[in-house]
């Protein structure tokens, strides 16, 4: 099936095969191990993905360097000037190589 989307001229396309994907990587049922330092942009105001979704994530990723910044008024693009600077700020942050006193 298709779905008018806000974010631009086209549908978007469901199929059986993206639901069934879907169901297999699901990351919010239990522990998740990434073994890399996770850093989470979520806007509050995102219509499609609930901030509290990005907090259940937050919980199940099993190490400890894992970041979440939530942008009040922000939306599902987080496209605004000020939105970007923050997911640059956040990409510095997590690609920064870390002495191994800090």
Request: net charge negative.
């Amino acid at each position: 099936f298709t779905e008018v989307t806000p974010y631009g001229p086209d549908p978007v396309l469901y199929t059986s095969k993206l639901i069934d994907d879907g169901r297999t990587q699901r990351v919010l049922d239990g522990e998740l191990v990434v073994g890399c330092p996770v850093a989470i942009l979520q806007g509050m105001e995102d219509p499609d993905v609930p901030w509290e979704h990005a907090m259940r994530l937050v919980h199940n990723l099993e190490q400890d360097n894992v970041s979440i910044t939530l942008i009040k008024d922000g939306d599902h693009r987080l496209s605004r000037e000020a939105d970007i600077a923050v997911l640059l700020r956040l990409c510095e942050d997590v690609a920064a190589p870390k002495s191994e006193t800090s």
